[in-house]
Protein backbone atom coordinates (compact mmCIF):
# COMPACT_ATOMS: atom_id res chain seq x y z
CA UNK A 1 0.00 0.00 0.00
CA UNK A 2 2.83 2.37 0.91
CA UNK A 3 4.30 1.64 -2.43
CA UNK A 4 1.13 2.36 -4.15
CA UNK A 5 0.91 5.34 -2.30
CA UNK A 6 4.38 6.75 -3.32
CA UNK A 7 3.67 5.78 -7.00
CA UNK A 8 0.35 7.81 -6.65
CA UNK A 9 2.20 10.95 -5.43
CA UNK A 10 4.95 10.53 -7.75
CA UNK A 11 2.75 10.65 -10.80
CA UNK A 12 1.05 13.65 -8.97
CA UNK A 13 4.06 15.28 -8.83
CA UNK A 14 4.93 14.48 -12.45
CA UNK A 15 1.46 15.81 -13.60
CA UNK A 16 1.68 19.15 -11.84
CA UNK A 17 5.27 20.03 -12.72
CA UNK A 18 4.03 19.75 -16.79
CA UNK A 19 0.93 21.78 -16.12
CA UNK A 20 3.24 24.19 -14.53
CA UNK A 21 5.88 23.98 -17.43
CA UNK A 22 2.95 24.00 -19.89
CA UNK A 23 -0.08 26.11 -18.51
CA UNK A 24 -3.48 25.90 -19.87
CA UNK A 25 -5.04 28.75 -21.86
CA UNK A 26 -7.46 30.33 -19.45
CA UNK A 27 -11.32 31.53 -20.92
CA UNK A 28 -9.78 35.15 -21.31
CA UNK A 29 -6.70 33.60 -23.33
CA UNK A 30 -8.52 30.80 -25.72
CA UNK A 31 -10.58 34.29 -26.62
CA UNK A 32 -7.73 36.29 -27.63
CA UNK A 33 -6.60 33.39 -30.04
CA UNK A 34 -10.15 33.39 -31.29
CA UNK A 35 -9.51 36.92 -31.71
CA UNK A 36 -6.31 36.83 -33.34
CA UNK A 37 -6.61 34.05 -35.30
CA UNK A 38 -10.57 35.42 -36.87
CA UNK A 39 -9.02 38.70 -37.25
CA UNK A 40 -5.84 37.53 -39.29
CA UNK A 41 -7.91 35.33 -41.51
CA UNK A 42 -10.80 37.94 -42.37
CA UNK A 43 -8.00 40.39 -43.23
CA UNK A 44 -6.67 37.68 -45.45
CA UNK A 45 -10.04 37.05 -47.21
CA UNK A 46 -10.69 40.28 -47.89
CA UNK A 47 -7.55 41.51 -49.19
CA UNK A 48 -7.36 38.23 -51.50
CA UNK A 49 -11.77 38.57 -52.92
CA UNK A 50 -10.78 42.35 -53.31
CA UNK A 51 -7.57 41.78 -55.03
CA UNK A 52 -6.26 44.94 -53.30
CA UNK A 53 -2.30 45.35 -53.38
CA UNK A 54 -0.22 45.06 -50.68
CA UNK A 55 -1.69 42.34 -48.81
CA UNK A 56 0.54 42.35 -45.98
CA UNK A 57 -0.80 45.25 -44.75
CA UNK A 58 -4.08 43.44 -44.20
CA UNK A 59 -3.06 40.11 -43.11
CA UNK A 60 -0.23 41.65 -39.86
CA UNK A 61 -2.79 45.07 -38.97
CA UNK A 62 -5.49 43.21 -37.33
CA UNK A 63 -2.96 40.65 -35.70
CA UNK A 64 -0.84 43.87 -34.59
CA UNK A 65 -4.16 45.31 -32.79
CA UNK A 66 -5.34 42.30 -31.49
CA UNK A 67 -2.58 40.68 -30.64
CA UNK A 68 -0.50 43.50 -29.04
CA UNK A 69 -3.26 44.69 -26.99
CA UNK A 70 -5.89 42.23 -25.05
CA UNK A 71 -8.45 44.70 -24.99
CA UNK A 72 -10.06 47.19 -27.39
CA UNK A 73 -11.65 50.32 -26.43
CA UNK A 74 -11.86 54.56 -27.90
CA UNK A 75 -8.60 55.57 -26.67
CA UNK A 76 -6.78 52.10 -28.55
CA UNK A 77 -9.24 53.11 -31.69
CA UNK A 78 -7.80 56.88 -31.52
CA UNK A 79 -4.09 56.20 -31.15
CA UNK A 80 -4.42 53.68 -33.98
CA UNK A 81 -6.39 55.63 -36.59
CA UNK A 82 -4.21 58.96 -35.41
CA UNK A 83 -1.53 57.31 -36.23
CA UNK A 84 -2.49 56.02 -39.60
CA UNK A 85 -3.68 60.00 -40.47
CA UNK A 86 0.00 61.20 -39.32
CA UNK A 87 1.76 58.67 -41.14
CA UNK A 88 0.04 59.27 -44.53
CA UNK A 89 0.35 62.88 -43.86
CA UNK A 90 4.04 62.45 -43.22
CA UNK A 91 5.18 60.13 -45.92
CA UNK A 92 3.36 62.37 -48.36
CA UNK A 93 5.19 65.24 -47.25
CA UNK A 94 8.76 63.51 -46.65
CA UNK A 95 9.04 61.50 -49.79
CA UNK A 96 7.22 64.12 -51.86
CA UNK A 97 9.53 67.04 -50.62
CA UNK A 98 13.01 65.26 -49.64
CA UNK A 99 13.53 62.31 -51.77
CA UNK A 100 15.85 64.18 -54.03
CA UNK A 101 18.17 65.17 -50.31
CA UNK A 102 18.59 62.06 -48.53
CA UNK A 103 20.77 62.69 -45.76
CA UNK A 104 18.39 66.07 -45.07
CA UNK A 105 15.42 63.32 -45.40
CA UNK A 106 17.32 60.73 -43.13
CA UNK A 107 17.85 63.55 -40.29
CA UNK A 108 13.83 64.07 -40.39
CA UNK A 109 13.15 60.49 -40.81
CA UNK A 110 15.56 60.58 -37.66
CA UNK A 111 13.03 62.86 -36.15
CA UNK A 112 9.77 61.11 -36.46
CA UNK A 113 11.00 57.85 -34.76
CA UNK A 114 12.79 59.53 -31.84
CA UNK A 115 9.52 61.32 -31.31
CA UNK A 116 7.61 57.81 -31.45
CA UNK A 117 10.28 55.98 -29.22
CA UNK A 118 10.08 59.02 -27.17
CA UNK A 119 6.04 58.17 -26.67
CA UNK A 120 6.47 54.39 -26.57
CA UNK A 121 9.42 55.08 -23.47
CA UNK A 122 7.13 57.01 -21.27
CA UNK A 123 4.41 54.19 -21.15
CA UNK A 124 0.75 56.07 -21.97
CA UNK A 125 0.69 56.20 -25.65
CA UNK A 126 2.60 53.20 -26.43
CA UNK A 127 0.75 51.78 -28.94
CA UNK A 128 0.70 54.97 -31.04
CA UNK A 129 4.33 54.94 -31.10
CA UNK A 130 4.70 51.49 -31.15
CA UNK A 131 2.10 51.24 -34.67
CA UNK A 132 4.08 54.65 -35.87
CA UNK A 133 7.44 53.20 -36.23
CA UNK A 134 6.54 49.71 -37.30
CA UNK A 135 4.31 51.71 -39.71
CA UNK A 136 6.42 54.06 -41.17
CA UNK A 137 9.52 52.23 -41.38
CA UNK A 138 7.53 50.02 -44.16
CA UNK A 139 5.80 53.06 -45.87
CA UNK A 140 9.06 55.07 -45.99
CA UNK A 141 10.70 52.08 -47.06
CA UNK A 142 8.27 51.19 -50.34
CA UNK A 143 7.40 55.48 -50.93
CA UNK A 144 11.29 55.65 -51.81
CA UNK A 145 11.52 53.36 -54.76
CA UNK A 146 10.31 54.86 -58.24
CA UNK A 147 8.39 51.69 -59.10
CA UNK A 148 6.13 52.51 -56.19
CA UNK A 149 2.74 53.93 -56.86
CA UNK A 150 2.59 56.17 -53.58
CA UNK A 151 -0.54 57.13 -54.11
CA UNK A 152 -1.90 53.17 -54.49
CA UNK A 153 1.19 52.61 -50.96
CA UNK A 154 -1.11 55.06 -48.92
CA UNK A 155 -4.56 54.10 -50.09
CA UNK A 156 -3.67 50.62 -49.12
CA UNK A 157 -2.25 51.60 -45.81
CA UNK A 158 -5.20 53.96 -44.95
CA UNK A 159 -7.89 51.11 -45.79
CA UNK A 160 -6.40 48.46 -44.30
CA UNK A 161 -5.93 50.44 -41.10
CA UNK A 162 -10.01 51.07 -41.22
CA UNK A 163 -10.56 47.27 -42.41
CA UNK A 164 -8.58 46.22 -38.88
CA UNK A 165 -10.08 48.59 -36.99
CA UNK A 166 -13.77 46.94 -37.96
CA UNK A 167 -12.04 43.38 -38.16
CA UNK A 168 -11.18 44.15 -34.39
CA UNK A 169 -14.25 45.41 -33.06
CA UNK A 170 -16.10 42.39 -34.82
CA UNK A 171 -13.85 39.98 -33.30
CA UNK A 172 -14.16 41.50 -29.79
CA UNK A 173 -17.67 40.84 -30.08
CA UNK A 174 -17.97 37.60 -31.41
CA UNK A 175 -15.64 36.45 -28.79
CA UNK A 176 -15.92 38.88 -25.29
CA UNK A 177 -14.03 38.19 -22.72
CA UNK A 178 -15.57 36.51 -19.95
CA UNK A 179 -14.59 38.88 -17.57
CA UNK A 180 -12.41 41.60 -17.22
CA UNK A 181 -8.76 42.13 -17.54
CA UNK A 182 -7.07 44.20 -15.11
CA UNK A 183 -4.35 47.22 -16.61
CA UNK A 184 -1.03 46.64 -16.52
CA UNK A 185 0.86 48.28 -13.83
CA UNK A 186 2.33 51.36 -14.47
CA UNK A 187 6.42 51.98 -14.40
CA UNK A 188 7.72 54.67 -13.44
CA UNK A 189 11.33 55.44 -15.19
CA UNK A 190 13.69 57.98 -14.29
CA UNK A 191 14.67 60.38 -17.25
CA UNK A 192 17.93 58.77 -18.09
CA UNK A 193 16.21 55.42 -19.36
CA UNK A 194 13.98 57.63 -20.73
CA UNK A 195 16.73 59.40 -23.29
CA UNK A 196 18.48 55.90 -23.14
CA UNK A 197 15.67 54.40 -24.67
CA UNK A 198 14.52 56.81 -27.09
CA UNK A 199 18.41 56.95 -28.82
CA UNK A 200 18.26 53.55 -29.22
CA UNK A 201 15.22 52.65 -30.64
CA UNK A 202 15.69 56.18 -32.87
CA UNK A 203 19.15 55.60 -34.37
CA UNK A 204 19.01 52.07 -34.52
CA UNK A 205 15.22 52.09 -36.81
CA UNK A 206 17.00 55.38 -38.37
CA UNK A 207 20.13 52.85 -39.41
CA UNK A 208 17.67 49.81 -40.71
CA UNK A 209 15.97 52.60 -43.02
CA UNK A 210 19.05 53.79 -44.39
CA UNK A 211 20.83 50.10 -44.75
CA UNK A 212 17.54 48.97 -46.84
CA UNK A 213 17.49 51.68 -48.97
CA UNK A 214 21.44 51.29 -49.71
CA UNK A 215 21.26 47.92 -50.63
CA UNK A 216 18.11 48.03 -52.50
CA UNK A 217 16.34 45.17 -50.53
CA UNK A 218 12.82 46.15 -51.69
CA UNK A 219 12.03 42.32 -51.35
CA UNK A 220 13.16 42.23 -47.60
CA UNK A 221 9.72 43.33 -45.70
CA UNK A 222 10.30 40.02 -43.13
CA UNK A 223 13.77 41.33 -42.07
CA UNK A 224 13.19 44.97 -41.78
CA UNK A 225 10.17 44.25 -39.85
CA UNK A 226 11.83 42.11 -37.47
CA UNK A 227 14.55 44.76 -36.82
CA UNK A 228 11.74 47.23 -35.59
CA UNK A 229 10.08 44.64 -33.87
CA UNK A 230 13.09 43.51 -31.76
CA UNK A 231 13.34 47.68 -30.75
CA UNK A 232 9.69 47.16 -28.72
CA UNK A 233 11.78 45.85 -25.86
CA UNK A 234 13.07 49.32 -25.59
CA UNK A 235 16.81 47.92 -24.83
CA UNK A 236 19.90 46.17 -25.49
CA UNK A 237 19.19 43.04 -22.67
CA UNK A 238 15.22 42.62 -23.94
CA UNK A 239 16.10 43.20 -27.69
CA UNK A 240 19.05 40.04 -27.22
CA UNK A 241 15.98 37.86 -25.67
CA UNK A 242 13.63 39.45 -28.45
CA UNK A 243 15.54 38.54 -30.99
CA UNK A 244 16.24 34.98 -30.25
CA UNK A 245 12.36 34.59 -29.74
CA UNK A 246 11.64 36.52 -32.94
CA UNK A 247 14.18 33.97 -34.68
CA UNK A 248 13.11 30.76 -33.10
CA UNK A 249 8.66 32.14 -34.43
CA UNK A 250 10.12 32.97 -37.85
CA UNK A 251 11.91 29.97 -38.75
CA UNK A 252 8.43 27.99 -37.31
CA UNK A 253 6.43 30.29 -39.62
CA UNK A 254 8.51 29.20 -42.34
CA UNK A 255 8.66 25.83 -42.05
CA UNK A 256 4.73 25.70 -41.08
CA UNK A 257 4.00 27.42 -44.62
CA UNK A 258 6.28 24.94 -46.22
CA UNK A 259 4.47 22.27 -45.05
CA UNK A 260 0.86 23.96 -45.62
CA UNK A 261 2.78 24.51 -49.62
CA UNK A 262 3.64 20.60 -49.71
CA UNK A 263 -0.35 19.96 -48.30
CA UNK A 264 -2.12 21.87 -50.45
CA UNK A 265 0.49 21.06 -53.33
CA UNK A 266 -1.60 21.28 -57.05
CA UNK A 267 -4.68 22.76 -54.88
CA UNK A 268 -3.96 26.27 -53.65
CA UNK A 269 -6.39 27.46 -55.80
CA UNK A 270 -8.94 25.73 -53.67
CA UNK A 271 -9.68 28.72 -51.59
CA UNK A 272 -11.29 27.16 -48.52
CA UNK A 273 -8.62 24.73 -48.09
CA UNK A 274 -6.12 27.38 -47.97
CA UNK A 275 -8.51 29.77 -45.27
CA UNK A 276 -8.82 26.59 -43.32
CA UNK A 277 -4.85 25.86 -42.87
CA UNK A 278 -4.24 29.80 -42.24
CA UNK A 279 -6.92 29.83 -39.93
CA UNK A 280 -5.24 26.66 -37.91
CA UNK A 281 -1.59 27.71 -38.17
CA UNK A 282 -2.97 31.33 -36.87
CA UNK A 283 -4.68 28.96 -33.67
CA UNK A 284 -0.77 27.45 -33.44
CA UNK A 285 0.94 30.39 -33.06
CA UNK A 286 -1.70 32.89 -31.48
CA UNK A 287 -1.95 30.26 -28.83
CA UNK A 288 1.58 30.29 -27.82
CA UNK A 289 1.74 33.70 -27.84
CA UNK A 290 -0.92 34.18 -25.43
CA UNK A 291 0.58 31.57 -23.25
CA UNK A 292 4.52 33.53 -23.91
CA UNK A 293 2.93 36.72 -22.29
CA UNK A 294 5.18 38.61 -24.22
CA UNK A 295 5.14 41.70 -27.08
CA UNK A 296 7.07 40.07 -30.01
CA UNK A 297 8.20 36.73 -29.01
CA UNK A 298 8.19 33.19 -30.35
CA UNK A 299 4.26 33.33 -31.10
CA UNK A 300 4.03 36.82 -32.77
CA UNK A 301 7.10 36.07 -34.95
CA UNK A 302 5.01 32.70 -36.53
CA UNK A 303 1.82 35.12 -36.88
CA UNK A 304 3.22 37.70 -38.65
CA UNK A 305 6.03 35.12 -41.02
CA UNK A 306 2.53 33.42 -41.95
CA UNK A 307 1.16 36.56 -42.71
CA UNK A 308 3.88 38.05 -44.73
CA UNK A 309 4.18 34.77 -46.51
CA UNK A 310 0.26 34.39 -47.49
CA UNK A 311 -0.19 37.58 -47.94
CA UNK A 312 2.57 38.20 -50.58
CA UNK A 313 3.55 35.37 -51.60
CA UNK A 314 0.13 32.74 -51.96
CA UNK A 315 -1.23 32.51 -55.34
CA UNK A 316 -2.30 29.44 -58.24
CA UNK A 317 1.06 30.34 -59.91
CA UNK A 318 3.18 30.93 -56.86
CA UNK A 319 5.42 29.06 -54.54
CA UNK A 320 6.34 29.61 -50.95
CA UNK A 321 9.78 27.76 -50.75
CA UNK A 322 12.18 30.09 -51.92
CA UNK A 323 10.21 32.93 -50.45
CA UNK A 324 10.47 31.08 -47.14
CA UNK A 325 13.76 30.05 -47.20
CA UNK A 326 14.72 34.06 -48.21
CA UNK A 327 13.06 35.49 -45.50
CA UNK A 328 14.33 33.56 -42.44
CA UNK A 329 18.25 33.59 -43.78
CA UNK A 330 17.63 37.64 -44.42
CA UNK A 331 15.39 38.15 -41.03
CA UNK A 332 18.63 36.12 -39.13
CA UNK A 333 21.18 37.89 -40.78
CA UNK A 334 19.31 41.49 -39.91
CA UNK A 335 18.46 40.41 -36.39
CA UNK A 336 22.39 39.51 -36.27
CA UNK A 337 23.33 43.37 -37.67
CA UNK A 338 20.69 44.85 -35.62
CA UNK A 339 21.90 42.97 -32.21
CA UNK A 340 25.57 44.04 -32.75
CA UNK A 341 24.40 47.98 -33.92
CA UNK A 342 22.75 48.05 -30.09
CA UNK A 343 24.80 46.40 -28.13
CA UNK A 344 27.58 49.29 -29.58
CA UNK A 345 24.69 52.28 -28.74
CA UNK A 346 24.09 50.82 -25.06
CA UNK A 347 27.67 50.91 -24.44
CA UNK A 348 28.20 54.32 -26.09
CA UNK A 349 24.80 55.76 -24.18
CA UNK A 350 26.03 54.05 -20.73
CA UNK A 351 29.49 56.38 -21.21
CA UNK A 352 27.23 59.96 -20.68
CA UNK A 353 25.54 60.84 -17.62
CA UNK A 354 22.26 61.98 -18.83
CA UNK A 355 22.00 58.67 -20.91
CA UNK A 356 23.25 56.11 -18.19
CA UNK A 357 21.17 53.14 -17.07
CA UNK A 358 21.50 52.70 -12.87
CA UNK A 359 22.63 49.04 -13.03
CA UNK A 360 19.37 47.58 -12.29
CA UNK A 361 17.68 49.22 -15.11
CA UNK A 362 20.29 48.52 -17.70
CA UNK A 363 19.12 44.35 -16.14
CA UNK A 364 15.68 45.10 -16.69
CA UNK A 365 15.27 47.25 -20.11
Not at 131 to 151: C, E, K, M, Q, R
Not at 160 to 166: K, P, Q
Request: with cysteine; hydrophobic share 55%; net charge positive.
Amino acid sequence: MAFNSGLKRNRLATRDAAVAKHPALTENGLRQCLRVAGGGTLGFVVSQLMGWNYGVFFTVFPMFLLGMVPILNGHIVRQFLANVSINVLEVSLVVGLLKHMPVVMTLVVLGMFLFRFNLMAKGPLFLFGANGVLTLSILLHFASYPSVDLSDLLACNLAASLLAVFIAMLMHALFPDVEPRKPPPRVEKPAAQIRHETLMGGITATLSFVVFQLFDLQGSLSAQMATILVLFALGYSGARVSAGKRAVGTLLGCNLALAMQLLLYTQSHHFLLVILLYWLGLMLFAREHILEGAGSGIGFGGLTTLGILFGQSLGPEQDLVYSALYRFSSMSLALLVTLLVMACLHALLNRWAPTRLLSSSSETS
